[in-house]
């Protein structure tokens, strides 16, 4: 009951990703059961009004079955993103 979804908002260049960076970034990351969207810097507002707080790379954002924000952080930990994980999906989200 969990779709990943990778949303790359620039390429190495910073510009806005196209078709083959994406599928790049997948051969590099050996995604195979996830989706994989471009996105642009367009989509980044850090007060959130017109889009998302995003502040680093990465950032996560957990969104419930009902399209509702459950959790959101930056920066890389397995441990951490695997409890939150586990917290959404057993606390009905």
Same mark, same amino acid.
């Given at each position: 009951? &969990? *779709? /990943? ?6 390429? $190495? ?21 996830? &989706? *994989? /969207? ?6 980044? $507002? ?48």
């Amino acid at each position: 009951d &969990l *779709l /990943w979804i990778t949303i790359i908002i620039e390429n $190495d260049q910073r510009e806005d990703p196209n078709a083959q960076d994406l599928a790049e970034w997948s051969l590099d990351k050996g995604t195979t059961n996830s &989706l *994989l /969207w471009a996105g642009s810097r367009d989509w980044v $507002d850090p007060s959130a009004l017109n889009g998302f707080p995003i502040t680093s790379w990465p950032t996560f954002v957990l969104v419930t079955k009902d399209m509702v924000v459950y959790h959101g952080f930056s920066g890389w930990s397995e441990d951490y993103l695997d409890q939150k994980i586990t917290e959404m999906l057993f606390n009905g989200g």
